[in-house]
């Protein structure tokens, strides 16, 4: 049995009611309810964390050290925290970063990501799918 964990940083608590014609309509509860669905046809569990909190996110990547793999859309925090980039680089497991828009076609600051670099890929612009693109690429 594999064991990913999926970490949502800042203001992803707000899907559905936050910019939907940028981040849809579905909610965070939706996307938890696809993956555990997706993860139990692949013989695998996901364990689901959020926060607005940059030290929890750090803290939930040290937890996850012994898990097969580490889907994370880290939010705003991509494009400027090195804590969470060391703490990737702190633990063993492969990350996959995802992000719901492309961030290529946004503003400039969000064209950056620091944690790339200590990251397997990104997957980026695919809306919702996106996280499962991330499990089939740990499978
Ligand atoms: C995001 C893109 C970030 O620039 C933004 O701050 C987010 C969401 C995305 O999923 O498209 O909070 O990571």
């Known amino acids: 049995m594999k064991t990913f964990y999926v970490i949502n940083g800042p203001n992803l608590n ?24 997706f993860a139990s046809e692949n013989d695998s569990t996901v364990v689901f964390r959020q926060s607005n909190h940059e030290g929890d996110i750090i803290d939930w990547i040290h937890e996850a050290e012994s898990a097969t793999g580490i889907v994370i859309n880290p939010g705003a925090f991509t494009h400027y925290s090195y804590a969470i980039r060391d703490a990737i680089a702190s633990v063993p497991v492969p990350v996959v970063e995802v992000h719901i828009s492309n961030v290529h076609k946004r503003e400039s600051f969000r064209h950056t990501s620091v944690i790339s ?23």
């Open 117 to 139: 670099p200590v990251t397997e890929g990104q997957v980026v612009g695919f809306g919702l799918n996106g996280y499962e693109l991330a499990l089939r690429s740990f499978l």
């Open 14 to 37: 707000r899907l559905g009611k936050r910019e939907p014609g940028i981040y849809g309509n579905d909610t965070l509860e939706t996307l938890e309810q696809r993956l555990t669905q």
